[in-house]
């Protein structure tokens, strides 16, 4: 497994990262301790969570759980030297984590020492922001997006309180590296420049949604990257399960995501499924397991990715390693930017 810079930062990640959202709700904890042995094991040494995780649902009682899980397997194992965490503070939210309260440098004060008890260990690696304070155009807000009623001044206060109080905890060694996820390039820009002109950590990766069927990263967020070295960390690679082809021909697998969450936030659409079907069929024309055809094409984008994963078995996970070693040939590269061009935007 290939291992990239996190940013400017001297953290190497592996090229993939094992996501833990589902670790203590549909993953018990066994299973999800045997997939970080079987992610370590398989030269994976990145691993994500966040504070509000489990999902599927989430709930005020459940908040926290995957990170006590991460934490026991660290107690259990004595091998926190093997692995990088990433973990999140929570934006506003509906009542899951502070009855809904989002972050401000007070907050994270708070959050980052939380987290830190749950993870059971002295440092994170990574730590980010799970969606911005002022509004985010990701998960299909993008349709009816309105920045309008945004105040600049209090976007750049906002973000100076973060960011001392984040540098505050990099000082104290709490935290070695920062990160945002759900933004964008204006908001990347802005974290970054602040944190120049004020002598305070810089954002060293963004976690935002790209697979074959959401590519919306590679226009103005992939000129942010190469510009400002900035990792992409992505999430839903494939495309919450739609890409593996179960979801095809009306088939709602027991137990899957959407026989939980009925449109896979806002993913099905009348459009995703023909789109979904042209990429099952190109990778069935070249003998590939689609799952591995749609992680390997992430090693071919023109800007660092470090994309993240998650399996609900470690039969899952199993699957899913089997490709780790793919490379995808140039025609396949090909076909698929032609795919993408008749199928754009499918949900």
């Keep these: 497994m290939q291992k990239l810079p996190l940013g400017r930062s001297d953290i190497m990640v592996s090229e993939w990262c094992l996501g833990t959202m589902t670790f203590g709700n549909q993953t018990p ?18 691993l994500d969570t966040a504070e509000m995780y489990p999902v599927n649902p989430i709930r005020a009682e459940t908040v926290g759980l995957s990170e006590q899980v991460i934490g026991n397997w660290i107690a259990k194992t004595g091998r926190r030297d093997e692995i990088v965490i990433a973990t999140k503070v929570s934006g506003n939210n509906p009542g899951w984590v502070r009855e809904g309260r989002g972050y401000d440098g007070g907050v994270i004060r708070e959050a980052v020492d939380t987290s830190l008890k749950r993870l059971q260990t002295d440092v994170i690696d990574l730590y980010q922001m799970h969606w911005p304070i002022r509004g985010s155009y990701m998960f299909r807000q993008n349709w009816h997006y309105d ?80 510009n400002e ?50 990429y099952l069929d190109l990778a069935a024309a070249h003998g590939l397991d689609p799952v591995h055809m749609a992680l390997a094409w992430q090693r071919t984008r023109p800007f660092p990715v470090s994309a993240i994963f998650g399996a609900t078995t470690s039969a899952q996970l199993t699957q899913i390693l089997a490709g780790k070693d793919v490379v995808l040939p140039e025609e396949v590269v090909s076909a698929i930017d032609a795919l993408h061009q008749a199928h754009p935007m499918p949900y």
């Design 229 to 278: 070295d900035v990792t992409l960390l992505s999430f839903s690679p494939l495309a919450c399960g739609m890409l593996t082809g179960k979801y095809q021909n009306g088939q709602v697998p027991e137990g899957s995501r959407m026989s939980i969450n009925d449109d896979l936030g806002g993913r099905r659409s009348p459009r995703v499924f023909d789109a979904t079907q042209a």
């Design 29 to 46: 904890e066994d299973d999800a301790h045997h997939q970080i042995d079987m992610a370590v094991d398989a030269g994976i040494n990145f």
């Design 147 to 226: 920045p309008s009623g945004q105040n600049r001044q209090q976007t750049m206060d906002h973000m100076m309180d973060v960011l001392e109080a984040l540098g505050e905890a990099v000082k104290a060694g709490k935290i070695r590296a920062i990160g945002m996820s759900n933004e964008s390039a204006w908001g990347m820009t802005k974290w970054i420049d602040q944190a120049a002109a004020a002598g305070l950590p810089r954002m060293a990766s963004v976690q935002n949604e790209y697979s074959l069927l959401c590519r919306l990263y590679d226009t103005d967020m992939a000129e942010m990257a190469v």
